[in-house]
Structures are given as C-alpha cells and as structure tokens.
C-alpha cells in the first residue's frame, strides 16, 4: 500500500470520541455506543462516525471532522490528515502521568491528592477550549504531574511539590464553564507552590496568583513566538509570598522575579508588599496584565473565539 494511503487510513481508523475531546469538543454519552457533542446535541458519534442530523445529515470519520474545523476550511485532505495524526499521536486522552510520587491515602488529617482519572478529556476541553491554553503547554503539565482531572468530581488539580517532586499542595478548579468552583486540597501546605520548570537552568522566576494565569502567560509567549520555556513560572495560589519565600530558599540561583499579579487593588498592594518583604534575595520588577489577570489578556488575544462552523 503506498504511503500516503497508509495515512490515510491510520487517520481514518482513529477514535474518533478521543480525537474530538482532543480537538477541544466535550463528549457526553447519549444511549449504548452513541454520544453527542455537549455544545451541539444534534452531532451524533457511533460506530467511530459522526453525523450531525441538523446541518443535512454531513459527517463521517476523524479526517471529516477535521476538515470542517475552521482551521482547515477551504485546505486539502491531505493536511487533515497530517492533524489527526500528530494529534493523536501527541495527545493520547488514555495517557496517565506515574502515580508514585502520589502521597499515601490515610485517615490522619494528612494531605491526600484527590484520585485521578484515566480519561481526563473534561480537563482538556475547559483549559483548552474555555480558558484558551495552548495545546502542547496543557499536555506538558498533564504529562509531568502538575495537573491531571480527578476521578470523581472532573476537577482540575494543580500540585505544588517539595524539591524532591513529592506532592504538598494541591489547588482544584471546577471544568464547568458555568459554575466556578477553586478550592484548596485538605492540609495542603500552600508554601509549596504550582511551578512551571524552564526546560534548562534559569536565574528567572515569573510570579502569578493562579497556575492559570501562569500557562496563560506561557501559551501568550508561544503565541507571539517567543521562548515560552525559558523561565520557572510559580503560582502563589493567591497573593500571599509564603511560596515565594520558600522557592527563593530552595533556588538560591534565582536572581531575579518578576511579579505579574493580577491588575487590581488586590494585585497591586501584593505586589508592593512582597517587593518589600523580599527585598534583598533578588532583584525584583513587575509586569502586570493588561486586564485583570493574564489569562483575561489570553482570551482577548484571541477574539474572535475559536467556534465550529460545520
């Protein structure tokens, strides 16, 4: 078989309920082997095709849907297929990051971790497709342990760990665009921050009140082709400097931080008081977002918003 068809082929042949949670689209199952789109009920997936009864009935494989994605309209076949393909490849939804380094479940009072799940397409979808971070920034987070979605409740957790990468903190952030839920993990220990590790040692730490607006920022940079890896970006988990203070003693060659709190009286006085608690461990300047937090920036970046016009 030539080539090109063997593509072909392997892109047909994906599963199509995982490609399109990983194109961003939430699933919810409706019958036995038959789900829909959450945002548009009348698209039908069954048998690894989709039909969507209210547009005439159109569909059909994972190369189909790709190429009614914005992205691809008016392009050729042969680019959807090279996108579902790298997609797939890159994103496997049943991918589940090690568990070792989990603390021990116990009734003492002590901080647990909330169980993961295998399938963490909620996840994916809100901070992808509702909170606007980039793809391959969500997938290296997910991959290396810093966030994963909960079994029970489909939350997304985000770990603060110790310097020997043992889990201390853990913040969690409702999937439901219209209901919001953040709440700190039970005897999570909060000088212990979110932190996004440069791919190579860096002297630089980006300082955020949430690990939102901290991918927020990353994907930003992606955004306009800079170096989104090139500096440690840690999340207070609020505006407190406890996890501040803590990096700075672990990272003693961190030189310099750079404080992008959020752009509002609460921002601006933490920000005025940790240059000032801190004064001496590092030179310190400060970048505030345009609008409220960074991830509000992302968002109007990206106006107008990703829709699906099939």
């Known amino acids: 078989m030539p080539a090109w068809e063997e593509k072909y082929e392997a ?10 949670q990983l194109m961003g689209y939430p699933v919810k199952r409706t019958g036995n082997n038959e789900y829909c789109l959450v945002e548009h009920d009348s698209l039908k997936i069954s048998n690894n095709k989709w039909c969507w009864h209210s547009r005439g ?17 008016g392009r050729e076949e042969r680019d959807a297929v090279d996108y579902v393909l790298e997609l797939t490849k890159t994103m496997p939804i049943n991918y589940s990051p090690p568990t070792s380094r989990l603390p021990i479940e116990n009734n003492d009072g002590q901080f647990v971790l909330p169980e993961k799940t295998d399938n963490p397409s909620r996840m994916f979808a809100y901070l992808n ?30 770990v603060g760990r110790d310097m020997d990468g043992t889990p201390r903190y853990g913040t969690m952030r409702g999937t439901l665009s219209n209901k919001r839920f953040v709440k ?11 932190v996004m590790r440069a791919k190579s040692e860096t002297d630089t730490v980006f300082v955020f009140e949430s690990p939102i607006d901290a991918m927020s920022y990353a994907t930003i940079i992606k ?3 800079g170096v989104y890896d090139g500096v440690d970006r840690l999340s207070l988990g609020g505006v407190s400097e406890k996890s ?9 060659h961190i030189k310099n931080v750079v404080l992008c709190l959020d752009n509002d009286d609460t921002g601006r006085d933490a920000t005025t008081r940790i240059r000032n608690s801190l004064s001496g ?24 918003k990703r829709e699906m016009t099939i």
């Open 11 to 20: 892109a047909r042949a994906v599963d199509l309920i995982q490609f399109v």
């Open 244 to 252: 501040l203070d803590r990096y700075l003693s672990d990272n003693l």
């Open 129 to 158: 497709t509702t909170r606007g971070i980039d793809r391959d920034i969500i997938w290296e987070n997910y991959k290396n342990g810093n966030i994963y979605q909960s079994k029970d409740t489909n939350n997304c957790v985000f």
């Open 281 to 304: 461990r590092a030179n310190f300047s400060s970048e505030p977002p345009t609008n409220k937090d960074y991830n509000e920036d992302l968002k109007r970046l990206l106006v107008p």
């Open 223 to 225: 955004m306009e082709g």
């Open 184 to 194: 700190d993990c039970d005897s999570s220990d909060k000088s212990y921050g979110f």
């Open 57 to 73: 009935g159109i569909g059909g494989s994972a190369i189909d849907f790709a190429m009614h994605f914005p992205v691809f309209n």
